[in-house]
């Protein structure tokens, strides 16, 4: 399952990269490569095996290929081809062929990279949080509401996040804009909740499960027996101010969702997060929020002829939307790596079949889109300020900070949870923690900051977000899994940044000011 983390994909949850040259694809200049079998136009080509698993795979083109030449390389191979993104050179194809990436990958004047973006056979997907969710209950709701203060929405007595980044002081200044639209790549979006439906956004939301955007009515909502995380994720951003339940991080921008998990594993595939990234891009929003990892690989090494092709069509996706004025931000993930260290132990990866237990350089191999160029990293705080104990880190590597809950840090709240508070689908609400909730919280102030500078470049919202960042140097003490209070040993400090909190943790008053 993609790793959604109360912070990111997998309940334990869950990326530089240079793309290849220039994207700048040339439709009308024809393939150099020779067709795949006969060539002398007297033989005929050998069928393709079909005896194979059916799987999907991503083709990158090469700068001056043609998609349309792509194309019949793919059926010859034995394909067929699902979708294609001319914009960006990638091509999301199936087939049965066991060889058929190892044929297309022969063919150098069409194809960069080729590779199947799973290991076990079609299905007809997954999130970063820590935990399982714990719904309100009716006693706790009226304890919060009982404590509400004039100004105040029933619930909000709880969110002690939202006071963490002082977005309850933001709001008597600036809710946002509603030409701003966070779009929330994820499980799904319940938008008939109460405190969702006002500024929900369906003409730029869509399913693009299996790489295909669907439009349709509901399509974007989670699966009858799919996960919570992408409405609690949704509530963070942007529950509206009306008198009911919680307020978002930004309660006057739009949210819209964009379903990219399979029903039952409630995993994320390349070529539904490669749909994602477009349509986003298309349809005109501003701030992506990204809490999971795209499975099978928690880390995708460039050096596996699969991998690397899952970490070009993605940075390929990526690097196109933020052309197109999308932000993009990404939970850092739940395993309490440090992204910036030389080894780190995988031991779930594919998660779609058997793990296989590896030793990997996050320098090479990625945890995406977490780290591909342009994406704002974002760790997770409690309560306290204290790094979450769940929370990966990584000097250089984390971009800023924001809360995403800590079981350990409990604060002086009605309920005295330290999880974060958010809506669920049917019109409730619970608490998940994870950097799956810590990233929602700088998506919303990044949708404060486009609300306040409309025409400012995803790398200037970027910029701001770090420069308005609190500032926050290593801790002495930091909370284990266990709950104890060890030394913070693993946070490093250099540059006016550490490896727990970036440039800090982000502030949505200094965003409306």
Request: charged residues 15%; contains cysteine.
């Amino acid at each position: 399952m993609a790793h959604l983390g109360s912070g990111r994909r997998r309940v334990a949850v869950p990326i530089g990269l240079a793309l290849t040259a220039s994207l700048a694809f040339l439709p009308s200049v024809a393939a150099s490569a020779a067709p795949l079998g006969n060539t002398s136009g007297a033989a005929t080509a050998a069928k393709p095996d079909t005896t194979g698993p059916k799987l999907s795979y991503v083709a990158n083109l090469n700068t001056y290929a043609t998609v349309n030449a792509a194309k019949k390389a793919i059926e010859r191979a034995g394909g067929t081809v699902v979708t294609s993104y001319e914009q960006i050179g990638v091509v999301v194809a199936h087939s049965q062929n066991p060889d058929f990436a190892k044929q297309l990958r022969a063919q150098r004047g069409l194809f960069v990279s080729v590779g199947a973006t799973r290991t076990a056979p079609l299905k007809t997907v997954q999130t970063t949080e820590e935990g399982t969710t714990q719904k309100l209950s009716a006693a706790d709701a009226a304890k919060a509401a009982a404590t509400a203060t004039d100004g105040q929405e029933p619930l909000e007595p709880n969110q002690w996040d939202l006071r963490a980044i002082k977005a309850d002081q933001a709001h008597k200044i600036n809710d946002g804009s509603p030409d701003v639209t966070v779009g929330v790549i994820d499980t799904g979006v319940d938008d008939t909740h109460p405190d969702l439906a006002a500024n929900f956004s369906k003409g730029q939301s869509a399913n693009c499960v299996g790489g295909v955007a669907d439009t349709t009515e509901g399509a974007w909502r989670p699966y009858a027996d799919g996960s919570d995380h992408g409405t609690h994720v949704a509530g963070t951003i942007a529950a509206a101010r009306n008198g009911v339940g919680i307020a978002g991080v930004a309660p006057g921008v739009k949210v819209a969702a964009i379903k990219v998990s399979e029903p039952g594993t409630s995993l994320f595939f390349t070529e539904a997060v490669v749909c994602g990234f477009m349509f986003a891009a298309e349809k005109g929003i501003e701030v992506t929020n990204n809490s999971y990892y795209v499975d099978p690989w928690l880390y995708n090494c460039k050096a596996d002829d699969d991998q690397k092709a899952l970490v070009e069509a993605l940075g390929r996706a990526t690097k196109y939307a933020e052309r197109k004025g999308v932000l993009s931000v990404a939970s850092a993930g739940n395993s309490n790596h440090d992204l910036a260290s030389n080894a780190i132990t995988d031991a779930t990866s594919p998660d779609d079949g058997t793990p296989v237990t590896r030793t990997i350089d996050p320098h090479v191999c990625l945890d995406i889109p977490t780290q591909l160029p342009g994406v704002v990293t974002v760790s997770a705080t409690g309560d306290q300020g204290f790094k979450s104990y769940y929370s990966s880190f990584g000097l250089g590597v984390v971009d800023v900070a924001a809360p995403g809950g800590d079981k350990w840090q409990v604060p002086a709240t009605p309920d005295a949870n330290g999880r974060v508070l958010s809506t669920l689908p049917g019109g409730g609400y619970g608490y998940k923690q994870g950097t799956s909730m810590a990233g929602p919280h700088v998506a919303g102030v990044a949708a404060l900051l486009k609300s306040a500078h409309p025409t400012a470049t995803p790398a200037q919202l970027q910029a701001m977000l770090k420069a308005q960042a609190t500032k926050a140097a290593c801790p002495e003490k930091v909370y284990d899994g266990t709950g104890a209070l060890v030394d913070a040993t693993t946070c490093q400090s250099k540059w006016g940044q550490t490896g727990y909190y970036g440039y800090g943790v982000v502030d949505a008053l200094k965003a409306v000011k």
